[in-house]
């Protein structure tokens, strides 16, 4: 199956500063990469995804880049302020799969103030 | 107001019981996922359906049972087989026709005691 890995698994910023995560994954058949930002205590709320026909896509402060090459993608989070302070999650979609998503293990970010 | 609930949101069980979670969403998608979560671990499939009186076992299927005679229900039991039941669980939806983002609950603590 597919295989997602998630880096780092913890990342502090001063508020302002730029914060990026990087996930790989392993399947050259995915096609939709997302984004969850989940909260202490609650679900993930899907915050950006990707499609493997685009390279960026941008949203306000958020933006995800793909390398279907290297079967990379990456979040970057500019102007970071504390309320980003969270848990991200990257996951990759096989198309063939029935929808199922292949999560990474997360990223605790903490912005400091 | 559209979405996914979970109940109860904290349940506490003794050791050897069944337990019964419950996932509810109004948004009229096909799909329905179960997912575990522990600290440090990511998220992992449990199980999966697409259509009612259907569903796949995920990664982690052992020890769990589900039932889908409803399109908006899709409630998960965890039962005594279940040797660690201690996590956090979420429930999601997607809509099918080719749409591939998954839709969080706000999840279900269950504390085995």
């Known amino acids: 199956g597919e295989n997602v890995e998630q880096h780092p698994s913890t990342l502090s910023v001063q508020e302002g500063d730029s914060a990026v995560i990087k996930c790989t994954y392993s399947d050259s058949a995915s096609n939709y990469f997302p984004w969850y930002k989940q909260e202490l205590g609650k679900g993930p709320q899907l915050i950006i995804d990707?499609?493997?026909?685009?390279g960026e896509k941008k949203d306000q402060r958020i933006a995800v880049t793909l390398n279907k090459t290297a079967k990379h993608f990456s979040l970057h989070i500019t102007e970071t302020q504390p309320e980003d302070s969270a848990v991200y999650f990257c996951a990759a979609h096989r198309g063939s799969t029935l929808g199922r998503l292949y999560f990474g293990r997360g990223t605790q970010l903490t912005v400091w103030p | 107001d559209g979405g996914i609930t979970q109940s109860p949101k904290y349940l506490f069980r003794k050791e050897g019981q069944n337990v019964t979670l419950s996932c509810e969403q109004n948004?009229?998608?096909?799909?329905m996922y179960w997912y575990r979560q522990d600290p440090g671990q990511g998220l992992r499939l449990i199980y999966y359906s697409q259509i009612v009186n259907d569903f796949q076992k995920g990664d982690i299927a052992e020890g769990y049972s589900v039932s889908r005679e409803k399109k908006e229900s899709f409630p998960l039991t965890v039962t005594s087989a279940q040797k660690n039941p201690t996590a956090f669980y979420l429930c999601?939806?997607?809509?099918?026709?080719?749409?591939?983002?998954?839709?969080f609950g706000p999840g279900t603590r269950l504390t085995v005691l």
């Open positions: 990707i499609r493997s026909n685009v």
């Open positions: 999601a939806s997607r809509e099918d026709r080719g749409r591939d983002t998954q839709y």
């Open positions: 948004l009229n998608h096909d799909a």
